[in-house]
């Protein structure tokens, strides 16, 4: 009895450093390529310098950031695209799910193909396309004057508010398919019988929608939030390839700003390194703050 | 029941509609491989003669086929090397999870908080000093292991059968055994999911080679895409035809397993 619980106990062990093991490979993958990177750009935000000339700065960087008008116009770019872009999406995205999820609706595989096709395209692919349908002598002007809407063909891109439309139209073109598709699933996961039981007690479908499928979806809506969220402040491909962040930086994201002051002007890594952690801190809070509005209703 | 038909109505016309734009631009792209600059501008919507002329011109200005072959060869790599880490990972977090291995998986979670932006500057200095630039091995590292797929394979190893690891051990088949003879083949769908998203993502993956592949011959799709615009006058017919080419490969895995493709960006609704 002794000896078997001996074996059994040694057994056990046995197994548990097997699973470590398994897992400390990819454990510390992260750890290097995650953990200690956002370290490293927190110690090198209050550095200044280059290469090995680096010395200590205290919060230099970040006074800086205080008075630089490009770092104040690319969060202000960002949090725009945000309020204009996310609401907006994900509200179809969720109408187009409901709209979906019945099983009696027609061309149904088709309509969720089609809509969750542009998710297949890269992003600097889909932002080239867009580019050129809204350049100045491209597809879109083209149309408007023949359906005789306008007579000059619009300068999209140089113009500060309708480039901005533009990267609002190509992010909700990308984009609303793949929250539609969390919506879709998450529909499935409803117990259809509460659908039914609403029918027969006369709930109308807008009422369905408001009153069931909507507080039932809370948790994955919050999710999707999230997520768009986070993607919006990280921003990069789309402002660079259809903008390029212009005209006169009304369309920079904060990434492109980043990359701009590392990659694209002599490297200021340091100074760079204090928005990237700017940027960390941002997304940290903004998700903390939607999963708080989340438990509270 | 008028009300009804209108709703109806009003409802199909708002689909078709929506699935029209959803569609309309990639169709608008193919079409314009096949056209002049000139008429992709003036808006033709029909296909044209000029596609031979355009792949002409697009391969005398571009090395497509290198951009193509480091893409190819950069995102298969990257999605076996990331498989095999995150999958044999999420399986031992799972069943000989304990205190230690629980916390470590939250600790691991935290990172899919990290935005990319935030620590592409320490990224690349590391890929510099270990004199990796331009490298395939540069391209795959920062991805190689992520708490999503971790998690991902974790979940899946939870519906794994204990009672196939109790009776494989009674076999005698070793730990690693009964991952690699066990868990793998019937984990199938698992890896094709994880697989399609690892693919996708690397194939599409723009801001990181942007950083480190500094000369010409290491060029991905994405980056020989980008140049294209970057002179005075673009052509259109040319610039189209090269997108088309590189959206292809993944319209057709999309059409292919779109199951997989969705079920991919649900898991984490489960």
């Given at each position: 009895?002794?000896?078997?619980?001996?074996?059994?106990?040694?057994?056990?062990?046995?197994?548990?450093?097997?699973?470590?093991?398994?897992?400390?490979?990819?454990?510390?993958?992260?750890?290097?390529?995650?953990?200690?990177?956002?370290?490293?750009?927190?110690?090198?935000?209050?550095?200044?310098?280059?290469?090995?000339?680096?010395?200590?700065?205290?919060?230099?960087?970040?006074?800086?950031?205080?008075?630089?008008?490009?770092?104040?116009?690319?969060?202000?770019?960002?949090?725009?695209?945000?309020?204009?872009?996310?609401?907006?999406?994900?509200?179809?995205?969720?109408?187009?799910?409901?709209?979906?999820?019945?099983?009696?609706?027609?061309?149904?595989?088709?309509?969720?193909?089609?809509?969750?096709?542009?998710?297949?395209?890269?992003?600097?692919?889909?932002?080239?396309?867009?580019?050129?349908?809204?350049?100045?002598?491209?597809?879109?002007?083209?149309?408007?004057?023949?359906?005789?809407?306008?007579?000059?063909?619009?300068?999209?891109?140089?113009?500060?508010?309708?480039?901005?439309?533009?990267?609002?139209?190509?992010?909700?073109?990308?984009?609303?398919?793949?929250?539609?598709?969390?919506?879709?699933?998450?529909?499935?996961?409803?117990?259809?019988?509460?659908?039914?039981?609403?029918?027969?007690?006369?709930?109308?479908?807008?009422?369905?929608?408001?009153?069931?499928?909507?507080?039932?979806l809370k948790p994955i809506i919050l999710l999707t939030a999230i997520?768009?969220?986070?993607?919006?402040?990280?921003?990069?491909?789309?402002?660079?390839?259809?903008?390029?962040?212009?005209?006169?930086?009304?369309?920079?994201?904060?990434?492109?700003?980043?990359?701009?002051?590392?990659?694209?002007?002599?490297?200021?890594f340091s100074y760079a390194a204090a928005i990237s952690f700017v940027?960390?801190?941002?997304?940290?809070?903004?998700?903390?703050?939607?999963?708080?509005?989340?438990?509270?209703? | 029941?008028?009300?009804?038909?209108?709703?109806?109505?009003?409802?199909?016309?708002?689909?078709?509609?929506?699935?029209?734009?959803?569609?309309?631009?990639?169709?608008?792209?193919?079409i314009s491989a096949t056209n002049t600059s000139g008429d992709v501008?003036?808006?033709?919507?029909?296909?044209?003669?000029?596609?031979?002329?355009?792949?002409?011109?697009?391969?005398?200005?571009?090395?497509?086929?290198?951009?193509?072959?480091?893409?190819?060869?950069?995102?298969?790599?990257?999605?076996?090397?990331?498989?095999?880490?995150?999958?044999?990972?999420?399986?031992?977090?799972?069943?000989?999870?304990?205190?230690?291995?629980?916390?470590?998986?939250?600790?691991?979670?935290?990172?899919?908080?990290?935005?990319?932006?935030?620590?592409?500057?320490?990224?690349?200095?590391?890929?510099?000093?270990?004199?990796?630039?331009?490298?395939?091995?540069?391209?795959?590292?920062?991805?190689?292991?992520?708490?999503?797929?971790?998690?991902?394979?974790?979940?899946?190893?939870?519906?794994?059968?204990?009672?196939?690891?109790?009776?494989?051990?009674?076999?005698?088949?070793?730990?690693?055994?009964?991952?690699?003879?066990?868990?793998?083949?019937?984990?199938?769908?698992?890896?094709?999911?994880?697989?399609?998203?690892?693919?996708?993502?690397?194939?599409?993956?723009?801001?990181?080679?942007?950083?480190?592949?500094?000369?010409?011959?290491?060029?991905?799709?994405?980056?020989?895409?980008?140049?294209?615009?970057?002179?005075?006058?673009?052509?259109?017919?040319?610039?189209?035809?090269?997108?088309?080419?590189?959206?292809?490969?993944?319209?057709?895995?999309?059409?292919?397993?779109?199951?997989?493709?969705?079920?991919?960006?649900?898991?984490?609704?489960?």
């Amino acid at each position: 009895m002794v000896v078997k619980a001996r074996s059994n106990l040694r057994l056990e062990t046995r197994q548990s450093v097997i699973g470590w093991a398994f897992v400390i490979p990819a454990a510390l993958l992260i750890f290097v390529f995650y953990f200690y990177p956002i370290a490293r750009a927190l110690v090198l935000s209050f550095q200044t310098g280059i290469g090995a000339n680096m010395q200590f700065a205290g919060l230099a960087n970040y006074r800086r950031l205080l008075s630089d008008n490009v770092f104040k116009t690319s969060l202000v770019n960002v949090l725009t695209f945000l309020a204009l872009q996310v609401p907006v999406m994900l509200t179809l995205a969720l109408a187009l799910a409901y709209m979906l999820h019945d099983k009696r609706l027609r061309f149904r595989a088709f309509f969720r193909t089609a809509i969750f096709l542009p998710c297949a395209t890269s992003l600097v692919s889909y932002s080239l396309i867009f580019r050129s349908m809204f350049s100045l002598d491209g597809f879109v002007n083209a149309l408007l004057i023949n359906l005789d809407l306008i007579t000059q063909p619009i300068n999209w891109l140089a113009n500060p508010w309708t480039a901005k439309i533009v990267i609002v139209l190509a992010l909700t073109w990308r984009w609303t398919g793949y929250n539609m598709i969390f919506y879709l699933a998450a529909l499935q996961n409803i117990d259809s019988s509460i659908f039914e039981a609403a029918v027969i007690d006369g709930a109308g479908a807008l009422s369905r929608f408001f009153r069931i499928a909507v507080p039932m979806l809370k948790p994955i809506i919050l999710l999707t939030a999230i997520i768009s969220t986070n993607g919006t402040l990280q921003l990069f491909d789309e402002t660079y390839n259809i903008t390029n962040g212009g005209p006169a930086n009304a369309t920079i994201s904060i990434s492109q700003y980043i990359y701009r002051l590392s990659f694209q002007y002599s490297p200021r890594f340091s100074y760079a390194a204090a928005i990237s952690f700017v940027v960390f801190v941002l997304v940290a809070v903004l998700a903390m703050i939607q999963m708080k509005v989340g438990d509270e209703r | 029941m008028i009300k009804t038909r209108l709703a109806s109505i009003l409802k199909y016309t708002f689909l078709f509609a929506v699935a029209l734009i959803s569609i309309f631009p990639l169709l608008w792209m193919f079409i314009s491989a096949t056209n002049t600059s000139g008429d992709v501008l003036g808006g033709r919507l029909l296909p044209g003669t000029n596609l031979v002329a355009n792949y002409q011109a697009l391969i005398a200005r571009a090395e497509v086929g290198q951009a193509l072959w480091n893409s190819f060869r950069n995102a298969i790599v990257a999605t076996i090397a990331s498989l095999a880490v995150c999958s044999i990972a999420g399986y031992g977090f799972e069943v000989y999870h304990d205190r230690g291995k629980d916390f470590l998986m939250r600790v691991l979670l935290l990172s899919m908080m990290i935005p990319f932006a935030a620590i592409m500057i320490p990224l690349f200095m590391m890929v510099g000093r270990l004199n990796l630039l331009s490298t395939t091995t540069a391209f795959v590292l920062p991805t190689l292991a992520t708490a999503f797929l971790i998690f991902l394979f974790r979940q899946s190893a939870r519906y794994f059968p204990k009672d196939i690891i109790e009776s494989s051990r009674l076999d005698g088949l070793s730990e690693l055994g009964i991952f690699l003879r066990m868990y793998i083949p019937v984990m199938r769908s698992t890896y094709a999911t994880a697989g399609i998203i690892t693919f996708m993502a690397a194939w599409n993956n723009y801001l990181w080679p942007l950083i480190i592949m500094q000369n010409a011959e290491s060029r991905t799709m994405p980056l020989l895409l980008s140049n294209l615009v970057a002179g005075y006058v673009t052509d259109y017919g040319l610039l189209m035809l090269a997108i088309s080419i590189s959206v292809l490969p993944t319209v057709i895995i999309f059409l292919l397993l779109q199951r997989s493709f969705a079920e991919g960006i649900v898991v984490s609704v489960k």
